[in-house]
């Protein structure tokens, strides 16, 4: 079945570093998605990707859909504490109508 | 993005009993959905909720240890049946907007159970 991986599994930065994590697939996905889960949360929408090659920003949060459509990175600016957490990658695609999640990123910032 | 409520938040419950974990939604969605994640893990799928038919389970997932109800395009229930430690994880409501391009999904904040 379709499956995705992340990595790194997780991450120790210190306090105004960048991030980059990345998602692959063996399968093409038409979307790709980002979340954020807190602790004791459930996962929130960070950004969403549609289309091949789109790089996408929101606040300090950078995420580009790949061109062969079987992988995305995300990047996080200048993190803060507030930053930590768990990312999710996900895909979905037309021929499968449910969204596939990744096993996740755990990210740890150290003030 | 739709506002998805489930109650109860979290919940500890004794082996054998069962509990009802339900969601609302803030609007009329035609996709929803019920995940686990265990403790440390990724969010697996139980079960579509299908709006006045019967749920659609992925492998592992049966009707009987997890009967899903969806009476309406805004409301489902979860129910974890006949508990045991081993189901202890957060359970969570998800509905999809989806379109010919794109798909999004939307999560409630989860019902976090422990079975003693």
């Known amino acids: 079945g379709q499956q995705l991986n992340q990595s790194p599994q997780s991450m120790f930065i210190q306090e105004g570093e960048d991030v980059s994590m990345n998602c692959t697939s063996s399968?093409?996905?038409?979307?790709w998605l980002w979340y954020k889960q807190d602790p004791g949360e459930g996962p929130v929408l960070l950004i969403a990707?549609?289309?091949?090659?789109e790089l996408t920003s929101n606040g300090r949060l950078t995420a580009q859909f790949g061109i062969t459509r079987k992988d995305s990175f995300l990047n996080i600016s200048a993190s803060i504490p507030s930053d930590v957490g768990i990312y999710f990658c996900?895909?979905?695609?037309?021929?499968?109508?449910?969204?596939?999640f990744g096993p996740g990123t755990s990210l740890s910032v150290i003030p | 993005s739709a506002v998805i409520s489930q109650k109860p938040s979290r919940d500890i419950c004794q082996r054998g009993t069962s509990l009802t974990i339900q969601c609302q939604v803030d609007?009329?969605?035609?996709?929803m959905f019920w995940y686990r994640q265990q403790p440390g893990q990724s969010l697996t799928l139980i079960a579509t909720?299908?709006?006045?038919?019967?749920?659609?389970?992925e492998s592992g997932f049966v009707i009987d240890k997890f009967p899903i109800s969806r009476p309406n395009l805004t409301f489902s229930t979860l129910t974890v049946s006949n508990m045991s430690p081993e189901d202890s994880s957060i359970y969570l409501c998800?509905?999809?907007?989806?379109?010919?391009?794109?798909?999004?999904?939307?999560f409630g904040q989860g019902t976090r159970l422990t079975v003693v």
């Open positions: 998800s509905v999809e907007a989806t379109d010919s391009v794109a798909t999004e999904a939307f």
């Open positions: 399968s093409i996905f038409n979307t």
């Open positions: 990707l549609y289309k091949a090659g």
């Open positions: 996900a895909g979905a695609s037309s021929s499968y109508d449910k969204v596939i």
């Open positions: 609007s009329q969605v035609t996709m």
């Open positions: 909720a299908n709006q006045g038919s019967e749920a659609t389970y």
